[in-house]
């Protein structure tokens, strides 16, 4: 999880695809990937909960003039020995 944000972070666009699990990569795009990380100041993320293959956080960011949190619970699925992020449910 950490590692997923600080590729948002840097707009490290093509490492976010690659950790996105294979099965679940058609409902997103490198493009709206790319967007969403370029499009938003991040500034803190912080892990609320982690057990085995769920973790839920915080990830902070501003865009423009406002401050936003990103809540989620997200599943990461282990596959050859890779971790990879399966799916998520946002908080509202």
């Given at each position: 999880?950490?590692s997923?944000?600080a ?10 695809w ?6 679940k990569?058609h409902?997103?795009?490198?493009a709206?990937m790319g967007?969403?990380?370029k ?6 993320l912080?892990?609320?909960h ?8 915080k ?9 936003y949190?990103h ?5 990461f699925?282990?596959?050859?020995g890779?971790w990879?992020y ?6 509202h």
């Amino acid at each position: 999880m950490r590692s997923r944000y600080a590729a948002y972070a840097l707009h490290l666009i093509d490492y976010l695809w690659d950790t996105t699990h294979p099965s679940k990569r058609h409902l997103y795009s490198k493009a709206d990937m790319g967007k969403w990380a370029k499009d938003n100041h991040w500034i803190g993320l912080e892990v609320v909960h982690a057990k085995k293959d769920v973790v839920e956080f915080k990830a902070f960011y501003h865009q423009g003039l406002k401050r936003y949190v990103h809540h989620e619970r997200s599943v990461f699925k282990k596959d050859a020995g890779k971790w990879y992020y399966f799916s998520g449910a946002h908080f509202h």
